[in-house]
Nanobody, 121 residues
Framework: QVQLQESGPGLVKPSQTLSLTCTVS??????????WSWIRQPPGKGLEWMGA???????YYSPSLKSRTSISRDTSKNQFTLQLSSVTPEDTAVYFC?????????????WGQGTQVTVSS
């Protein structure tokens, strides 16, 4: 059973960088051919895919967030990390990490429980 767990600060000040980590257990992030995504849901809105890192370490980003987003991984800890720079209150959301098991098709079979991040001074 694969499990994902998000961690990071729940409150970030405007203009700062949001940093979240997803710790994966029960499966390796370098296993072919899985992709590990960050997805968020602002209050009252739908899910927004932010980006992903593949089993080979290649990264993929949403065009709308690409200039502010960086995803990396630590294979020794089986973790992948999201950094979102220059945050504003519009970045307030529940942030999820998830595993896509059929390429980058949004076919998520495992999700973290989500973590609330509020951007406020």
């Amino acid at each position: 059973q694969v499990q994902l767990q998000e961690s990071g600060p729940g409150l970030v000040k405007p203009s700062q960088t949001l940093s979240l980590t997803c710790t994966v257990s029960g499966g390796s992030i370098i296993t072919n051919y899985y992709y590990w995504s960050w997805i968020r849901q602002p209050p009252g809105k739908g899910l927004e895919w932010m980006g992903a890192i593949g089993y080979s370490g290649t990264t993929y980003y949403s065009p709308s967030l690409k200039s502010r987003t960086s995803i990396s991984r630590d294979t020794s800890k089986n973790q992948f990390t999201l950094q979102l720079s220059s945050v504003t209150p519009e970045d307030t959301a529940v942030y999820f990490c998830a595993r896509d098991h059929e390429g980058l098709r949004g076919t998520y079979d495992y999700w973290g429980q989500g973590t609330q991040v509020t951007v406020s001074s």
